[in-house]
Protein backbone atom coordinates (compact mmCIF):
# COMPACT_ATOMS: atom_id res chain seq x y z
CA UNK A 1 0.00 0.00 0.00
CA UNK A 2 2.67 2.07 0.56
CA UNK A 3 3.98 2.04 -3.47
CA UNK A 4 0.46 2.98 -4.37
CA UNK A 5 -0.10 5.74 -1.84
CA UNK A 6 3.31 7.00 -2.80
CA UNK A 7 2.79 6.97 -6.62
CA UNK A 8 -0.74 8.36 -6.16
CA UNK A 9 0.70 10.86 -4.22
CA UNK A 10 -1.76 9.99 -1.03
CA UNK A 11 -0.73 11.06 2.37
CA UNK A 12 -3.31 9.00 4.19
CA UNK A 13 -5.13 5.23 4.52
CA UNK A 14 -8.25 6.84 5.00
CA UNK A 15 -7.97 8.81 1.49
CA UNK A 16 -6.91 5.34 0.02
CA UNK A 17 -9.73 3.73 1.52
CA UNK A 18 -11.99 6.73 0.22
CA UNK A 19 -10.41 6.31 -3.46
CA UNK A 20 -10.78 2.56 -3.34
CA UNK A 21 -14.67 3.07 -2.41
CA UNK A 22 -15.28 5.37 -5.30
CA UNK A 23 -13.85 2.74 -7.37
CA UNK A 24 -15.98 0.05 -6.46
CA UNK A 25 -18.94 2.51 -6.12
CA UNK A 26 -18.34 3.46 -9.71
CA UNK A 27 -17.25 0.30 -11.73
CA UNK A 28 -20.74 -1.16 -10.40
CA UNK A 29 -22.49 1.80 -11.25
CA UNK A 30 -21.47 2.41 -14.80
CA UNK A 31 -22.05 -1.13 -14.83
CA UNK A 32 -26.22 -1.11 -13.80
CA UNK A 33 -26.77 1.93 -15.68
CA UNK A 34 -25.46 0.46 -19.11
CA UNK A 35 -28.42 -2.08 -19.03
CA UNK A 36 -31.30 0.91 -19.49
CA UNK A 37 -28.91 2.99 -21.63
CA UNK A 38 -28.51 0.00 -24.03
CA UNK A 39 -32.18 -0.63 -23.87
CA UNK A 40 -33.03 3.35 -24.16
CA UNK A 41 -30.78 3.37 -27.31
CA UNK A 42 -32.13 0.26 -28.47
CA UNK A 43 -29.26 -2.36 -28.14
CA UNK A 44 -30.60 -5.14 -27.16
CA UNK A 45 -29.89 -8.89 -26.85
CA UNK A 46 -32.17 -10.51 -29.66
CA UNK A 47 -31.12 -7.50 -32.23
CA UNK A 48 -27.11 -7.54 -32.02
CA UNK A 49 -26.29 -11.19 -30.67
CA UNK A 50 -22.77 -11.32 -30.44
CA UNK A 51 -21.93 -7.52 -30.88
CA UNK A 52 -24.00 -6.71 -27.86
CA UNK A 53 -21.19 -7.11 -25.55
CA UNK A 54 -18.75 -5.46 -27.01
CA UNK A 55 -21.06 -2.52 -27.96
CA UNK A 56 -22.23 -2.22 -24.23
CA UNK A 57 -18.54 -1.80 -23.39
CA UNK A 58 -17.68 0.66 -25.33
CA UNK A 59 -21.35 2.65 -23.85
CA UNK A 60 -20.21 1.99 -20.32
CA UNK A 61 -16.36 3.19 -20.96
CA UNK A 62 -17.85 7.00 -21.31
CA UNK A 63 -20.23 6.28 -18.44
CA UNK A 64 -17.52 5.14 -16.42
CA UNK A 65 -15.60 7.93 -16.62
CA UNK A 66 -17.97 10.67 -15.92
CA UNK A 67 -19.34 8.61 -12.77
CA UNK A 68 -15.73 8.47 -11.91
CA UNK A 69 -14.98 12.38 -11.84
CA UNK A 70 -18.95 13.21 -10.41
CA UNK A 71 -18.79 10.08 -7.33
CA UNK A 72 -14.85 11.27 -6.42
CA UNK A 73 -16.53 14.79 -6.14
CA UNK A 74 -19.34 13.45 -3.96
CA UNK A 75 -16.64 12.16 -1.89
CA UNK A 76 -14.21 14.63 -2.12
CA UNK A 77 -11.85 13.36 -4.04
CA UNK A 78 -12.69 15.72 -7.15
CA UNK A 79 -9.05 17.01 -7.91
CA UNK A 80 -7.23 13.11 -7.42
CA UNK A 81 -10.27 11.63 -10.05
CA UNK A 82 -9.52 14.70 -12.36
CA UNK A 83 -6.25 14.37 -12.20
CA UNK A 84 -6.66 10.38 -12.95
CA UNK A 85 -8.96 10.87 -16.03
CA UNK A 86 -6.65 13.47 -17.43
CA UNK A 87 -4.27 10.85 -17.51
CA UNK A 88 -5.72 8.19 -18.46
CA UNK A 89 -7.43 10.18 -21.49
CA UNK A 90 -3.51 11.80 -22.44
CA UNK A 91 -2.21 7.82 -22.20
CA UNK A 92 -5.57 6.87 -24.83
CA UNK A 93 -4.59 10.29 -27.20
CA UNK A 94 -7.14 12.16 -25.99
CA UNK A 95 -4.86 14.51 -24.53
CA UNK A 96 -5.70 17.36 -26.92
CA UNK A 97 -9.15 17.92 -24.97
CA UNK A 98 -7.07 19.40 -21.97
CA UNK A 99 -4.88 22.57 -21.89
CA UNK A 100 -2.38 22.36 -19.79
Known sequence: ??????????????????IFIVFAITGSTSAWLSKPVCFWLGIIKEDFG????????IIIFPLYQVLLVLIGFVFGQFKFFWAF????????GLGFLFKD
Open 1 to 18: MKALKKRWGIESNLQLSI
Open 50 to 57: FWHTPARL
Open 85 to 92: EKKMLKRL
